[in-house]
């Protein structure tokens, strides 16, 4: 367990090193960006460690994954990020120990937050995700609203009982015009929320950027970074 502490602390230190740099280099205070560290696939043993180093924030993307560990870590001071494509089943599940949902992409996702916030007596942070490659359908590979469908789904959100509209959430594409362009994705995803900010000032957050591309999205703005391998490590055998 110690050497797993030595590990995760050495890998932390390098990551916060480098938000700290991006953050110099972008004339931006350190305080103003928010390590989100991404514990999917690893055990509770690690979120434990991470709370001892000082991680505040963690994120999951499968709820069968994330509702034991997040019931075996309740103790902790940890605020939890649901940052998955997340199916309407799985909601009342996701309500029960999620503060944040990133993914929130349609309609009928905001009802079933809503309703099951409500009836939990909760209220849910919630990010829109922005697909930067969306097609004619208005949906991303990966999930996500067209940058079209932002300004609508964001007026629901707002308005739904035990929900609270945070900002915006992408991931940078893999595919249309942004493919390789993560810099010019992650401003685009400023863009919009700068005009989201104008119809709902509180909204401020922006989440983008992860292990590789962390820079990119501080130099463009992002207020939060979601970061996994780069501080857990690559788990061996897993696609």
């Known amino acids: ?33 928010t390590l989100i560290v991404v514990t999917k696939t690893y055990p509770a043993s690690d979120v434990r460690i991470l709370s001892e180093l000082g991680v505040r924030h963690v994120a999951e993307n499968k709820d069968q994954d994330a509702a034991p560990k997040a019931a075996e870590c309740s103790d902790l001071p940890l ?49 829109i ?16 609203v067209g940058p079209d469908g932002v300004e609508e789904l964001a007026g629901l959100v707002a308005k739904a009982p ?33 005009d989201l900010r104008r119809a709902h000032p509180a909204a401020n957050m922006v989440s983008a950027g992860m292990s590789a591309d962390l820079e990119q999205a501080v130099a463009a703005g992002a207020t939060h970074v979601r970061v996994g391998s780069a501080v857990l490590g690559v788990r061996p055998g897993l696609g």
Not at 3 to 28: V, W
Not at 129 to 144: C, F, P, T, Y
Request: glycine share 10%; proline share 1%.
């Open 162 to 194: 035990g929900l609270r509209l945070d900002g915006l959430m992408t991931v940078a594409p893999l595919t249309g015009e942004y493919a390789g362009r993560e810099q010019a994705a992650f401003e685009r995803l400023m863009d919009l929320s700068t």
């Open 1 to 33: 367990m110690t050497d797993r502490k030595d590990e995760l602390a050495a890998n932390l230190a390098k990551i916060q090193e480098r938000i700290a740099t991006a953050c110099a280099s972008a004339g931006r205070g350190r305080e103003e960006v």
């Open 79 to 127: 605020t939890w990020h649901f940052v998955g494509q997340l199916q309407t089943n799985k909601v009342r599940s996701v309500v029960g120990y999620a503060d944040l949902v990133q993914s929130v992409d349609r309609s009928k996702l905001v009802t079933a937050l809503s309703k099951e916030a409500v009836r939990a007596e909760r209220e849910i942070g919630c990010l």
């Open 129 to 144: 995700q922005v697909a930067l490659d969306a097609g004619a359908s208005g949906r991303g590979e990966r999930g996500g």
